[in-house]
């Protein structure tokens, strides 16, 4: 990366996972306008279900994920039983209305929950939404959780995507954000998983951790490639103790400056294309014969909560605590508050407490960014007809930086990215975006 751009490394873009972003949010939106949103599903309209399971076994001092650290798990069966009290009550307003083509389970921990459990979950899901043999199921895993006979009972469940989280194979960052687990460890998961018949293994790694220096995460991604996961997301780290306590267990002096960032990425990038992978958006990777790598090569790669995906459905359900789904123009999130949210669950309501409805100025910025982002480059004209005279000067004065420095090229009305500038696509869309503070002034948002 040219020494001119690592400066933009250091800014804390938000992720553009969903615009606007949930810094946007408000109680204005909640249970009532969720509902009405459901009313309006279609028939056979393709659907994405997202499932939250916030309980880990240990904390991580790098996560900014919406956690809490559990050891009994009489509360976990606590939780689960919300967690149907809330399938059940979408269920009720879809009436039948919609297709799953995709379930999720993310966290905090899904596999803290044990296979029986989990089970319970899918067979609800599947009594109230349906679900088909060609349904993608997916589920994020600790590899430190996995049990003996999990991947088995969980590829026979139907799951068939796993993630693992990887984040850096090397003890000393591993100890500088307390997260121990080993090469065989790691080694034996995967195993257990090609075993079990999973041909869509990811792997999620982190740059910009304490302690890491060039040699150490060289060795890392050295290891991944060995592994030969399908697919490897490599995220760059947010230091953000202000907002995040337990990020304020890592000492500042031990994180790679600007310079090191930039190294660790170009060598990642570097490493997985020569070894095969193809480059999807600005931080994911797939093998050529992966399902995201189709999608990208026939321009049907989208960006969802999950990041780049090739989930065609437009609408998100989301289920469990602090979950965000998405219908028809609305973001709608669920209660973060545990107790809170299983005593709504409980009572069979919805459990929606925020979100934000698009209006057409956002629908027509979010399809850039999201153009943008996925395809690397997008027709801007468009936004600029929308756009007030003061919006359309901030973006072209930030357009006019990057293209100064050669992040962007603009010819013609159409905006597109510098290849080698792929790590600085979400700077880019920030400069796409009408509401978004000054590029020193940006924090992290979903």
Not at 329 to 355: H, M
Request: charged share 25%.
């Amino acid at each position: 990366m040219k020494k001119e751009w690592r400066r933009y490394l250091g800014v804390h873009a938000p992720r553009y996972t969903s615009y606007p972003t949930a810094l946007k949010f408000t109680p204005d939106v909640g249970a009532d306008a969720y509902a009405e949103r459901l009313d309006r599903v279609e028939p056979y309209e393709p659907l994405s279900v997202y499932v939250h399971v916030p309980f880990c076994r240990r904390l991580c001092w790098y996560c900014g994920c919406n956690m809490r650290v559990e050891n009994d798990y009489g509360r976990a069966l606590d939780y689960v039983t919300a967690l149907i009290a809330e399938i059940q009550a979408v269920g009720r307003r879809l009436k039948g209305r919609g297709r799953p083509v995709a379930v999720h389970f993310g966290g905090g921990t899904p596999n803290y929950l044990l296979a029986d459990d989990l089970a319970a979950i899918l067979s609800v899901i599947e009594g109230e939404f349906g679900l088909t043999d060609d349904a993608q199921i997916a589920i994020e895993l600790d590899p430190r959780s996995l049990r003996d006979d999990d991947a088995d009972r969980l590829a026979a469940l139907g799951f068939n995507r796993m993630s693992l989280g990887i984040q850096d194979f090397d003890l000393a960052v591993q100890e500088a954000i307390n997260r121990i687990q080993s090469f065989d460890m790691i080694e034996a998961c995967v195993g257990a998983i090609r075993s079990a018949g999973v041909n869509d293994l990811s792997f999620d790694v982190l740059y910009g951790l304490p302690k890491q220096t060039a040699r150490s995460f060289e060795s890392t991604i050295d290891k991944v490639i060995a592994l030969a996961p399908d697919r490897v997301s490599v995220f760059g780290y947010a230091h953000l103790p202000a907002a995040l306590k337990n990020q304020r267990m890592i000492r500042d002096e031990d994180l790679p400056d600007g310079r090191l960032r930039s190294e660790l990425v170009d060598y990642a990038d570097a490493r997985l294309c020569a070894a095969g992978y193809m480059r999807i958006g600005f931080d994911h990777y797939a093998k050529p014969g992966n399902p995201l790598a189709e999608a990208m090569r026939e321009g049907r790669l989208r960006r969802n909560f999950q990041g780049f995906t090739d989930d065609v459905a437009d609408t998100v359900i989301g289920l469990g605590a602090s979950a965000i789904g998405y219908i028809g123009g609305l973001y709608a999130q669920n209660e973060k508050d545990l107790r809170a949210y299983g005593e709504r669950a409980r009572r069979g309501e919805l459990t929606t407490v925020r979100g934000v409805r698009r209006t057409d100025r956002d629908e027509v910025v979010a399809g850039a960014i999201a153009a943008l982002l996925c395809r690397f480059e997008v027709d801007i004209r468009p936004l600029e007809a929308i756009l007030g005279p003061e919006a359309r000067r901030r973006m072209a004065s930030r357009l006019g930086e990057l293209a100064e420095e050669r992040v962007v090229a603009l010819r013609g009305g159409v905006l597109q990215i510098n290849p080698d500038a792929y790590a600085l696509a979400r700077v880019a869309a920030m400069a796409l975006d009408p509401d978004a503070p000054a590029f020193e002034k940006v924090s992290s948002a979903v």
